[in-house]
């Protein structure tokens, strides 16, 4: 399995593989389950982007999270990515 700031870089970089809608599901804390956001909804900022992204609730209040809570990635509704059991 490949770290997922390179799996992030290589959607933002590689305009072959960026084709298609993207969504990554996190853990929430707070409410102890994934949470499923597109990808273009999450802000990976100029600072921190190698450790945590932001993301928005419904209030419009952002929340930062970081990567290693990221479970998994879906591209067109498909999982291509996902952190193994316990990593």
Known sequence: ????????SRI????????GEFSIGYYDRVRKEIITV???AVDFGERN?????QV???????HAVPFHRIR????????????????
Not at 1 to 6: A, G, S, T, Y
Not at 49 to 53: C, L, P, S, V
Not at 73 to 85: A, C, E, N, T
């Open 1 to 8: 399995m490949i770290p997922i700031q390179d799996l992030l």
């Open 12 to 19: 933002r970089w590689d305009r072959e593989f960026a084709k």
């Open 38 to 40: 597109p990808l273009k």
């Open 49 to 53: 982007h190698y450790f945590a992204f």
């Open 56 to 62: 928005f609730d419904e209030q419009g209040e952002g």
């Open 72 to 87: 998994e990635v879906r591209k067109d509704g498909k999982l291509i990515w996902q952190r193994p059991p316990g990593g």
